[in-house]
Each structure stands twice: as structure tokens, then as C-alpha cells.
């Protein structure tokens, strides 16, 4: 089976009854051992001040919100990474809205702790996770330029950025209407950049937000064509919207299940002769989580016993044991990882400090 053209993926994104199960079968021919992973974490926030407005979006607060994360001090997440260092967590999770610093609340919060910009600041705090603690830190901003991620690739282990969806189009509908660090362009490009730069990087799509069936394979096929290019995509994550009251969308049908079984197995076939992870949150599908296996994913992501998932604040991350059991019920082995995915261990893709680093983690 070579790899899938568009119209094959539309087949598999349409198939009903028999053919579906055929298509679950067809998953377990390309995998290659019984092992779901998955990163012990800590996910902090930064800010939660944001230039996009996602019909979706939880995440982002008002500037004059008196609950909004404005800035973290360096000693508020110092004091966050060191807890999260006594329940064995090895990667920091930093997410913060993207071009915060367009605020003027933040760039006055930036400029009490003596940075210009937000990416002087998250350089900074990467850093000092270095420094200080034993985490790999792992950020997740928005779109950055060539030359920042230059900086960043010097004190992080990975970073991420979701593509969410390669289709124009849905710059016109609720979800990213006005959102422009969404336009598909800007994202391709980011995720581009990072291959010239042999970042080692994370990225995915949001179903459910209004896209259709064939936006689905242009943006799977996107992604996978980056992949071809660079080798620098370590997993995709496979992303549905879950509705949550207080949000634009809040009335917005969610993705069926079928539909999120029929993406996962379109991912995992289009990715089955790469070393690419397919990746399901577990906390936005507790009671199908299992299935998901079945489809060919094989990552778990990143599950924090520390901190909750600030993007999906009201889906709660199963406990560590409660994964491995459903993962072992499934007929499955559960193994942590690194933010980084081994393959990238070396000095083509990260730096001298960062593989310093993992090498005393293990």
C-alpha cells in the first residue's frame, strides 16, 4: 500500500458499517510493536492574553479580567516546575497566547521584569528551566519568525504548533473569523521553518469547527508533505472540539464519534510508512479513548499530574494509572517518554545543552 492519494483518504473519511472495520484492520498491519507512549508533564501558561479570538477558544482571558494571567513571574514557574519535579515530571509545557506582547498590559508586565518582547522573556524562562530544574522545556506560542525559533531551538527540546486546518475557508466562520495568526499560510510557514531549522516539532488538526471531509485530507496530506520535506514532524495530533459553556461555540455540534474514529485511521494509514506518532488526547475522549487504539494511534501526549489542561479547562487528564489501565485493557504497553521523540537525540537536532541534559535525565 503506497501512500494514500487524496481520493483514498476521502474513502476512509466516508467509509460506513464493513468498510470500517476493514480500514481498523488495515492499522494494525503497520504497527510495529504494542507500546502507546506518552510525556509526564507540567503545563504552564505564561499568559493568557491573546491577539487571535477563536470562536473555540477557553484559553484566552481579557486584559481587564482580574482572574487573567497577565505575565508569570520567573518565580511563580520556578516554583511550578519544581513541583512538578517531585512527581517525576520531565517536560515543561509552556503555552502562552500568541503575540501577547501586541498588549499594552503585557508589554508593560514584560518591561517591570527588565525583557522588551515576549520572546526575550520565554527565552529566558526556557533557560532558567535548564538551569534550575531537570525538565525539557517544550513551548507551544503561536506562530513564531525563522529567527526567533532560531532562539528558541537553543534551550528547548521540542516545540509545537497545531495547523488545525490548511483551509482558508474557515478564516471566514466563527472558529478563526477573527484569529488572524490562524491563517493557514502563517501556520505552514512556522511549521516549514521549523524544518529548516531541524526542530523537532508537534503538530495537528482541529476537527469539528465547520471544515469538511475533503479540507480534513488537504490538511492531513499538508502536513504529511512537510514531513516528506524536512523529517522533522514527530507526531500528529488528532484533535476534536469539545464544546465548553462561555465560549463563542458553545452551541456547535461536536465531531461524531465515527468521524473521530475515521480521521485516526486516515492519519495513521497516511503516516503508516513513516516513524510519525499518531496522537489522541485522552481527556477530551475518556469514554473512547480505547478505540482509538484500535484506529492505529499510538501516543497519549502529554498528561500532567500536576496541572491541568488550561486549553481544555473542563476536561480533566486521567490519572497516570487510570491511562495505563486502559491502555493494558485495550492490549497495549504504556511507556513514558521524552517531549522529544528518541530518533531526535543527537546533535543534527538539538543542541549541545539540551542533549547535556538528557543524557544526566537518563
Not at 508593560?108 to 526575550?120: A, P, S, T, V, W
Not at 527540546?157 to 484569529?179: D, I, P, Q, V
Not at 510508512?273 to 499518531?278: A, G, K, R
Not at 486549553?311 to 517518554?337: M, Q, Y
Request: a negative charge; aromatic letters at 8%; one cysteine or more.
Amino acid at each position: 500500500m503506497s501512500k494514500l492519494a487524496k481520493e483514498d483518504i476521502l474513502k476512509i473519511l466516508t467509509a460506513t458499517d464493513n468498510d470500517i472495520i476493514k480500514y481498523m484492520s488495515e492499522t494494525a498491519k503497520y504497527r510495529e510493536n504494542n507500546l502507546i507512549t506518552y510525556s509526564k508533564n507540567i503545563f504552564i501558561p505564561l499568559t493568557e492574553i491573546c491577539r487571535n479570538d477563536c470562536g473555540y477558544c477557553n484559553f484566552k482571558k481579557d486584559a481587564n479580567d482580574p482572574e487573567a494571567i497577565i505575565l508569570k513571574t520567573k518565580e511563580e514557574i520556578l516554583a511550578d516546575l519544581k513541583e512538578a519535579e517531585k512527581y517525576g515530571c520531565k517536560e515543561a509545557m509552556f503555552a502562552f497566547g500568541e503575540d501577547a506582547d501586541c498588549e499594552e498590559v503585557v508589554r508593560l508586565r514584560l518591561q517591570d521584569f527588565g525583557y522588551e518582547k515576549m520572546i526575550d522573556y520565554i527565552v529566558d524562562v526556557c533557560q532558567m528551566t535548564l538551569n534550575e530544574t531537570s525538565l525539557l522545556p517544550h513551548t507551544n506560542g503561536g506562530n513564531f519568525t525563522y529567527e526567533d525559533m532560531k532562539r528558541l531551538k537553543e534551550v528547548n527540546a521540542s516545540l509545537g504548533l497545531m495547523l488545525e486546518n490548511s483551509s482558508k475557508r474557515l478564516m471566514e466562520l466563527s472558529a478563526h473569523k477573527k484569529s488572524p495568526g490562524k491563517d493557514p499560510e502563517l501556520r505552514l510557514e512556522t511549521i516549514s521553518n521549523a524544518g529548516k531549522l531541524k526542530i523537532p516539532y508537534t503538530t495537528g488538526i482541529l476537527i469539528g469547527i465547520g471544515e469538511t471531509k475533503e479540507e480534513i485530507a488537504e490538511s492531513l496530506l499538508a502536513i504529511r508533505d512537510l514531513y516528506d520535506e524536512y523529517g522533522h514532524i514527530q507526531e500528529v495530533i488528532i484533535q476534536n472540539f469539545t464544546p465548553i459553556p462561555g465560549i463563542e461555540m458553545e452551541d456547535w455540534p461536536e465531531p461524531s464519534f465515527l468521524d473521530m474514529i475515521r480521521t485516526v485511521i486516515a492519519g495513521s494509514l497516511l503516516f503508516k510508512d513513516t516513524d510519525v506518532s499518531i496522537q489522541v488526547p485522552p481527556n477530551l475522549n475518556n469514554d473512547t479513548a480505547q478505540i482509538f487504539l484500535l484506529c492505529g494511534a499510538d501516543d497519549w501526549g502529554g498528561v500532567s499530574p500536576v496541572s491541568p489542561d488550561f486549553v481544555n479547562i473542563t476536561s480533566p487528564w486521567p490519572g497516570i494509572d487510570e491511562l495505563e489501565k486502559l491502555t493494558k485493557d485495550a492490549g497495549f504497553e504504556l511507556i513514558e517518554r521524552l517531549c522529544v521523540y528518541e530518533k531526535f537525540i543527537n546533535r543534527e537536532w538539538l543542541s549541545d545543552f539540551i542533549l547535556e541534559k538528557i543524557s544526566n535525565l537518563s
